[in-house]
């Protein structure tokens, strides 16, 4: 999934020096601590003069009232200056379009997650436990909701539920939300996650769109090949529309929704909980220039761009179920959310959780481009919580702190607790960065980044990273330690397999490369690559570019860390690090021009499939051109596992592709860093969910 990034003065700070802080119990709620305030008071009194007799003299003693015993004063909260209102300050911009079928981004998703519903939701912090939302169950073999064979999943959808604009929801409008995304969505939409359980597992060429279905050679490939589209056979194009139509299937009368699916999916609830799930309305939707269901016309509307969805009306404005509605969007600047006073939610969706009309009246999200300026807001008390750059701002955010909280959500005084700001940390992260190995390097029109285009000491051919010795030698020679206390601030974990940790598949025990000179060196003799001259790799030596996007010192010091390690080793092995332009790096990706580059992947589900297929048969894999044998053999494993809905079978099969992926070695895996949330200590209700685009603004509130 694409992912957008999300101290001035010292005169702003919200502090009471003053005080004297009590000590806060942990709860494991969360929510803002109560600080006591126990400033000492001595209750005075006017002496008194008593005369005494001191060894038979008369003396006059000055008697003075005893103190009376400390007593603390009303308890101290931090408070909102307007408790109705969240300020949440950006570093994205705008949403690319608020269409749930088409948007693929975080800005976007977290607008859609907080105004639409899904058929089904997370159970609160848990990425892969669901609540019901617009279904009254979360289907199982257990309820009769999934079929013994594990292809046939029936919603009882819930009844009375209005959209924005007074709209009844019906199952209708639920078919017809999956029908269109799967018609309608394209190539670079999420749909490719529906159309895999419910049309079937695809390989390239195809690029699990519809258009495959239309053309199954691939010839129509993306979204930039509409028009052909456009001119295929319309008995094709209708049989098409037909079989969605009858795989996703509306029963009025009973109140269900039907998905009959091509194959059992192991993941297939998970793809439904996120925002791309968001029911729609059909009637609305047709009205404000989308398609209207016709299997007649679905080809005119395939693959939108976002400029004609956002002027059409269905990518700016949104008519969902959800607990808020969008109040105006002004690009650039702001999105504001007010609260929907009708919300249908009447009994909470897991313990503790929020029911009827949400208790923040308006949710501002500003875009504010520069840390600083928002960091300033955030200390004056202006912004309830903001995004940072990269984690070295949290360097910057730390002195602000007086609370700190653990991953468990319970919360003890730091040591500066006056300070204004909440801290979570040891937060799950969805996203890795990782360095990929280019199996057939592009040169047409020449390529600077391989030097001489040989192996003579001065380059790399174009085949050079099709040595497996080669491979596992850029691997052995990656210093992990290193990245993780100088990147990852100490807060990362090694990755060994391509899945996230506590994943399905995924094993402290598997096989995985370290740090290891020795071994590396030995990687690399064992190469049969040979000069021109004939001497060996390891006598010829080589010299290539790593590039990096500018301004991403994440990314450049990764290609530091292994040009160190590589130089170190031997020092004829010469890489060079180059920043580029974020466009020319891009570019330079997708043309397969980098011999070797290091990027990043932001999970869709919280499941291994979602990251084995931009691994292997999606995304990065074509950009590596990777083997088409190592695909398949890679590939095979990657649909049996998706195939299976049993766990335990699943990761046996995982296991397998673990083993297998860690002895071709495409890449160098790098490591998973905990994350951070810092917020306003009147916040209440925050929780973590790191499948979420940015938050689920109806669990908060604020004193």
Same mark, same amino acid.
């Given at each position: 999934?694409?992912?957008?990034?999300?101290?001035?003065?010292?005169a702003g700070l919200l502090a009471a020096a003053a005080m004297v802080l009590g000590a806060c119990a942990p709860q494991a709620t969360g929510t803002p601590q109560t600080i006591?305030?126990? $400033?000492? @008071? =001595?209750?005075?009194? !006017?002496?008194? +003069?008593?005369?005494?007799?001191?060894?038979?003299?008369?003396? $006059?003693? @000055? =008697?003075?009232?005893? !103190?009376?015993? +400390?007593?603390?004063?009303?308890?101290a909260v931090f408070k909102s200056k307007d408790p109705t209102t969240l300020t949440y300050l950006q570093f994205n911009s705008d949403p690319q379009t608020l269409?749930?079928?088409?948007?693929?981004?975080?800005?976007g998703g977290g607008i859609v997650q907080n105004t639409y519903d899904t058929l089904i939701f997370y159970n609160k912090d848990k990425a892969d436990q669901f609540v019901p939302q617009l279904a009254t169950d979360v289907p199982s073999t257990a309820n009769g909701g999934i079929s013994a064979d594990g292809k046939t999943y029936t919603f009882k959808i819930r009844t009375g539920v209005k959209f924005h604009n007074g709209d009844v929801m019906t199952p209708d409008d639920v078919a017809f939300t999956f029908q269109r995304g799967l018609?309608?969505?394209?190539?670079?939409?999420?749909?490719?996650?529906?159309f895999q359980p419910v049309l079937g597992a695809n390989v390239p060429p195809g690029d699990n769109d519809i258009a495959d279905l239309v053309d199954p050679t691939g010839a129509i490939y993306g979204n930039g090949d509409v028009a052909t589209l456009k001119k295929?056979?319309?008995?094709?194009?209708?049989?098409?529309?037909?079989?969605?139509?009858?795989?996703?299937?509306?029963?009025d009368t009973a109140g269900t929704v039907t998905f009959h699916l091509a194959q059992?999916?192991?993941?297939?609830?998970?793809?439904?909980?996120?925002?791309?799930g968001s029911v729609t309305d059909k009637k609305w939707i047709g009205a404000n220039g989308g398609w209207d269901g016709d299997c007649k016309t679905w080809q005119n509307f395939y693959a939108p761009s976002y400029d004609d969805e956002n002027k059409l009306g269905i990518g700016s404005k949104e008519n969902g179920t959800g607990p808020y509605m969008l109040d105006h969007w002004t690009p650039t600047q702001e999105v504001v959310l007010k609260a929907n006073p009708n919300y249908w939610r009447t009994d909470a969706a897991w313990t503790g959780g929020p029911s009827g009309a949400p208790k923040i009246q308006t949710i501002i999200m500003k875009t504010v481009a520069n840390f600083s300026t928002r960091l300033a807001s955030l200390q004056a008390g202006d912004a309830d919580f903001i995004d940072v750059g990269s984690p070295s701002d949290w360097l910057q955010e730390d002195p602000l702190v007086g609370e700190t909280c653990d991953a468990t959500y319970a919360c003890k005084p730091?040591?500066?607790?006056?300070?204004p700001l909440r801290v979570y940390k040891g937060l799950t992260s969805i996203s890795r960065s990782d360095v990929f190995m280019n199996f057939a390097i592009d040169t047409t029109g020449g390529n600077d980044f391989i030097g001489s285009g040989k192996l003579d000491g001065n380059g790399i051919t174009p085949a050079f990273f099709n040595d497996v010795n080669v491979r596992q030698g850029m691997n052995y020679c990656f210093d992990w330690d290193t990245y993780i206390k100088d990147v990852q601030l100490g807060e990362g974990v090694q990755s060994f397999d391509i899945m996230l940790p506590g994943e399905i598949g995924y094993a402290d025990t598997d096989s995985h490369y370290s740090f290891d000179l020795t071994k590396c060196a030995a990687a690399f003799k064992a190469s049969t690559l040979k000069g021109a001259d004939g001497k060996s790799l390891w006598d010829e030596g080589f010299r290539f570019t790593i590039a990096y996007n500018q301004g991403n010192t994440a990314r450049q010091t990764i290609a530091q860390i292994l040009a160190s390690d590589l130089q170190q080793v031997n020092p004829k092995f010469l890489v060079e690090v180059n920043g580029l332009p974020w466009p020319t790096f891009l570019s330079a990706q997708q043309h397969s021009k980098l011999p070797l580059f290091v990027s990043g992947w932001l999970e869709d589900i919280h499941d291994p499939h979602d990251w084995l297929v931009p691994y292997v048969t999606g995304t990065y894999g074509g950009r590596q051109h990777m083997p088409a044998d190592l695909v398949k053999q890679l590939g095979d494993l990657i649909n049996q596992g998706a195939l299976l809905t049993d766990p335990t079978a699943r990761a046996a099969v995982y296991k397998q592709f673990n083993q297998d992926f860690?002895?071709?070695?495409?890449?160098?895996?790098?490591?998973?860093?905990?994350a951070r949330h810092y917020e306003q200590r009147w916040m209440q209700g925050y929780y973590a969910n790191p499948i979420y685009s940015t938050f689920y603004f109806y669990a908060m509130s604020k004193q």
């Amino acid at each position: 999934m694409l992912k957008q990034n999300r101290m001035a003065s010292a005169a702003g700070l919200l502090a009471a020096a003053a005080m004297v802080l009590g000590a806060c119990a942990p709860q494991a709620t969360g929510t803002p601590q109560t600080i006591i305030q126990t $400033q000492v @008071v =001595v209750q005075t009194a !006017p002496p008194v +003069v008593e005369t005494q007799i001191v060894n038979g003299t008369p003396q $006059q003693i @000055v =008697v003075t009232a005893t !103190p009376a015993p +400390v007593q603390p004063t009303a308890a101290a909260v931090f408070k909102s200056k307007d408790p109705t209102t969240l300020t949440y300050l950006q570093f994205n911009s705008d949403p690319q379009t608020l269409d749930p079928a088409t948007d693929y981004e975080t800005t976007g998703g977290g607008i859609v997650q907080n105004t639409y519903d899904t058929l089904i939701f997370y159970n609160k912090d848990k990425a892969d436990q669901f609540v019901p939302q617009l279904a009254t169950d979360v289907p199982s073999t257990a309820n009769g909701g999934i079929s013994a064979d594990g292809k046939t999943y029936t919603f009882k959808i819930r009844t009375g539920v209005k959209f924005h604009n007074g709209d009844v929801m019906t199952p209708d409008d639920v078919a017809f939300t999956f029908q269109r995304g799967l018609l309608v969505g394209g190539a670079n939409s999420p749909q490719w996650l529906m159309f895999q359980p419910v049309l079937g597992a695809n390989v390239p060429p195809g690029d699990n769109d519809i258009a495959d279905l239309v053309d199954p050679t691939g010839a129509i490939y993306g979204n930039g090949d509409v028009a052909t589209l456009k001119k295929a056979d319309p008995a094709k194009l209708a049989a098409v529309c037909a079989q969605v139509t009858a795989a996703i299937v509306a029963d009025d009368t009973a109140g269900t929704v039907t998905f009959h699916l091509a194959q059992p999916w192991g993941p297939f609830l998970s793809v439904l909980a996120n925002a791309w799930g968001s029911v729609t309305d059909k009637k609305w939707i047709g009205a404000n220039g989308g398609w209207d269901g016709d299997c007649k016309t679905w080809q005119n509307f395939y693959a939108p761009s976002y400029d004609d969805e956002n002027k059409l009306g269905i990518g700016s404005k949104e008519n969902g179920t959800g607990p808020y509605m969008l109040d105006h969007w002004t690009p650039t600047q702001e999105v504001v959310l007010k609260a929907n006073p009708n919300y249908w939610r009447t009994d909470a969706a897991w313990t503790g959780g929020p029911s009827g009309a949400p208790k923040i009246q308006t949710i501002i999200m500003k875009t504010v481009a520069n840390f600083s300026t928002r960091l300033a807001s955030l200390q004056a008390g202006d912004a309830d919580f903001i995004d940072v750059g990269s984690p070295s701002d949290w360097l910057q955010e730390d002195p602000l702190v007086g609370e700190t909280c653990d991953a468990t959500y319970a919360c003890k005084p730091s040591d500066t607790a006056t300070q204004p700001l909440r801290v979570y940390k040891g937060l799950t992260s969805i996203s890795r960065s990782d360095v990929f190995m280019n199996f057939a390097i592009d040169t047409t029109g020449g390529n600077d980044f391989i030097g001489s285009g040989k192996l003579d000491g001065n380059g790399i051919t174009p085949a050079f990273f099709n040595d497996v010795n080669v491979r596992q030698g850029m691997n052995y020679c990656f210093d992990w330690d290193t990245y993780i206390k100088d990147v990852q601030l100490g807060e990362g974990v090694q990755s060994f397999d391509i899945m996230l940790p506590g994943e399905i598949g995924y094993a402290d025990t598997d096989s995985h490369y370290s740090f290891d000179l020795t071994k590396c060196a030995a990687a690399f003799k064992a190469s049969t690559l040979k000069g021109a001259d004939g001497k060996s790799l390891w006598d010829e030596g080589f010299r290539f570019t790593i590039a990096y996007n500018q301004g991403n010192t994440a990314r450049q010091t990764i290609a530091q860390i292994l040009a160190s390690d590589l130089q170190q080793v031997n020092p004829k092995f010469l890489v060079e690090v180059n920043g580029l332009p974020w466009p020319t790096f891009l570019s330079a990706q997708q043309h397969s021009k980098l011999p070797l580059f290091v990027s990043g992947w932001l999970e869709d589900i919280h499941d291994p499939h979602d990251w084995l297929v931009p691994y292997v048969t999606g995304t990065y894999g074509g950009r590596q051109h990777m083997p088409a044998d190592l695909v398949k053999q890679l590939g095979d494993l990657i649909n049996q596992g998706a195939l299976l809905t049993d766990p335990t079978a699943r990761a046996a099969v995982y296991k397998q592709f673990n083993q297998d992926f860690y002895n071709a070695a495409p890449d160098i895996l790098l490591a998973v860093q905990n994350a951070r949330h810092y917020e306003q200590r009147w916040m209440q209700g925050y929780y973590a969910n790191p499948i979420y685009s940015t938050f689920y603004f109806y669990a908060m509130s604020k004193q």
